[in-house]
């Protein structure tokens, strides 16, 4: 009998990490039933991606709300994933990281006493209120599942550091360099029709014509508040420095992010506010800067495979992997060091960074592949 895997993910970041584990699963059809439910934890921002990759979930739970608070999301999810795993009741439950929808969807399979693999397992920065709730969630997922894919041997060392069992862990690479080294390929098709109608005509000719671009994501909720008041007014210095430079801001839908970031970058003629881009056209973008400041963990994984600097708009990391390689530097929300450090990596002529990196520290494109062999192999026994 086919191995039922159900796959719960909830949010954007989850959806493009697990849209090549999918694609991997529905490639053993016959040995794996695979199906897939999403919590809707997000909504507009996980649909361009569950487009992009065309993913049709079998079961979606639309629980977003406007300005939800993380009680609000985790007790809307464990309810709807409740019913959900008592209908489907899968030999696996798959998820991805540390959002709520990833603890939620683990806590709930580990009430219906379903077993849960956990992909991107064993990211640590040591501080639970920094990334926060991620640290938290990755750490009590870690506690409730029973395979763990750690994206590299640092974060293998972290789960063994915590008392996981060595034969439950696998170090399989991020599967976010599968989902980006397929969205790169599909790059050099891209119509520039669909470029201006995704971005708007005019930022897209703007785009074009910038001598330098900075990409700027910020969103996490640890910076809410005075972080992101800071982060801006640093972005604000940096785009009066270098008015030949524009920096270009896809905004996060988060209102605690859409609102400092209007009134603080709204009025200036060489910063770009963009709606979230669909993971196409921001990959298309993110090739095409010189340098990306971002508090995004995603971003960090993907950026030495386009061969861009990275500056992490936060104070700890659980990524270390980048910076030792020097492709990324912890700058904080400190505005002098975010405007120096910016300035000192534009400034290099082109920065060396293409020569430095010749390899991702964070995965080969192989990672699903490895996941969906040691699943089998785990199962079958
Ligand atoms: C969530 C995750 C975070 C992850 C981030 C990726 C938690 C607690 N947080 O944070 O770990 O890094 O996603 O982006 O799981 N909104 C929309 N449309 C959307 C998505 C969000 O309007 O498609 C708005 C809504 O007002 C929503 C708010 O953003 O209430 C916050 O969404 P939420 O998922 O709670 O938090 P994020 O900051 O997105
Ligand atoms: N991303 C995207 N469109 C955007 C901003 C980010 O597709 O406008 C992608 C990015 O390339 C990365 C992922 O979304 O793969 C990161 O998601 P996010 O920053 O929301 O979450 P995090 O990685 O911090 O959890």
């Known amino acids: 009998m086919a191995i039922r895997v159900l796959t719960i993910f909830g949010t954007r970041p989850e959806a493009i990490k697990l849209a090549p584990v999918i694609k ?17 934890q997000h909504r507009q921002i996980l649909d361009q991606v569950l487009d992009l990759f065309s993913i ?25 994933l409740k019913d959900v795993l008592r209908a489907e009741r899968p030999d696996i439950v798959l998820v991805q990281g540390d959002t709520a929808t990833c603890f939620a ?15 991107e397992a064993g990211l640590r920065t040591g501080d639970l ?15 409730l599942a029973r395979w763990h894919f750690a994206p590299t041997e640092e974060a293998r060392r972290n789960l063994l550091a915590e008392g996981i069992k060595d034969d439950a862990i696998r170090v399989t690479g991020n599967t976010v360099i599968d989902a980006l080294i397929h969205v790169r390929g599909t790059l050099p098709a891209l119509a520039p029709e669909r470029l201006s109608a995704a971005l708007g005509k005019a930022a897209y000719e703007r785009l074009l014509a910038a001598k330098e671009i900075v990409l700027l994501t910020a969103h996490r ?9 800071t982060i801006f007014g640093a972005v604000r210095d940096l785009a ?17 992010v859409q609102e400092p970031a209007a009134s603080i970058l709204g009025g200036l003629g060489n910063v770009l506010l963009l709606p979230p881009l669909d993971y196409q056209i921001f990959v298309w973008l993110m090739n095409r800067s010189a340098l990306i400041m971002t508090d995004s963990g995603g971003i960090q994984e993907e950026a030495p495979s386009l061969g861009k600097p990275v500056l992490v708009l936060r104070e700890v990391s659980e990524r270390l992997e980048a910076i030792e390689q020097g492709s990324a530097a912890l700058v904080g929300a400190k505005s002098a060091k975010i405007t120096q450090e910016a300035a000192r990596i534009l400034d290099d002529a082109q920065n060396k960074l293409n020569d430095l990196i010749e390899k991702n520290p964070f995965g080969d494109g192989l990672a699903s592949k490895r996941i969906v062999n040691a699943l089998i192999a785990a199962l079958r026994n």
């Open 24 to 40: 991997e699963l529905a490639a053993h059809e016959g040995l794996i039933a695979s199906r897939v439910c999403v919590t809707g």
């Open 129 to 143: 209120y920094s990334p926060f709730p991620e640290e938290g969630n990755r750490v009590m997922t870690a506690r």
């Open 240 to 256: 009066k420095a270098r008015p030949a430079s524009l920096i270009a801001f896809p905004v996060h839908p988060n209102p605690n």
């Open 56 to 80: 049709k979930p079998d079961i979606d739970l639309d629980t977003m709300r406007p300005g939800q608070d993380l009680t609000g999301i985790m007790v809307s999810a464990l309810l709807g």
């Open 221 to 229: 909720r640890e910076n809410f508040g005075p972080g992101l008041a």
């Open 105 to 119: 969807a683990a806590l709930s399979a580990y009430y219906e006493q379903i077993p849960v693999g956990h992909v």
